[in-house]
């Protein structure tokens, strides 16, 4: 499971680790909601990881957990994972612990799921730093950083 970072933690309800356990665990069934990856095993995948062999069933399956037929592949372009669960928000709210609203998710599953969410982040961290710098930078160093030639 992902760790909380300690300045989220207060956001996140007292009993979080067996809500969590009973997302991943018993209403999952220790597998991926999504693709089915199964939790703490590692699995067999083309590089990209869309298509994964699972093992207990015998089958290749896609990223969304169906059962597919792969051919003309090379084995060389095999790469193994090693997978585990995390219990995501669907939507990004550490205080809505609706079980709708919570899913297992294997790491590329929460990774693609919280995509829109990090690329926000990132923004937001940038523009945060970059208000910082004009609000506290001398006028003279900033207008020289904003004349010199790129």
């Known amino acids: 499971m992902m760790p909380i970072r300690p300045e989220n933690r207060w956001l996140y309800p007292i009993d979080w680790q067996q809500l969590s356990d009973a ?6 069934g ?6 089915r990856r199964p939790h703490l095993r590692p699995v067999v995948h083309l590089g990209d990881g869309r298509w994964w062999w699972d093992a207990e ?8 957990g169906c059962r597919i ?3 003309g592949f090379t084995l060389a372009s095999l790469r193994s994972t090693y997978v585990v669960l ?3 928000h669907l939507d990004h709210d550490p205080g809505n612990n609706d079980p709708a609203n919570l899913a297992a998710l294997c790491q590329r599953c929460h990774m693609i799921q919280d995509a829109a ?16 710098r004009d609000l506290y930078e001398d006028p003279r160093i ?9």
């Open 117 to 132: 969410e990090h690329r926000w982040e990132r923004w937001w961290n940038v523009f945060r730093l970059r208000a910082l």
């Open 86 to 88: 995390a219990c995501a």
């Open 69 to 71: 037929s792969a051919k």
């Open 30 to 35: 220790s597998r991926c909601e999504k693709s």
């Open 57 to 64: 069933v015998g089958y290749w399956r896609s990223d969304r």
């Open 142 to 150: 900033t207008r020289e950083r904003i004349m010199r030639p790129q």
């Open 23 to 28: 997302i991943r665990f018993e209403r999952a």
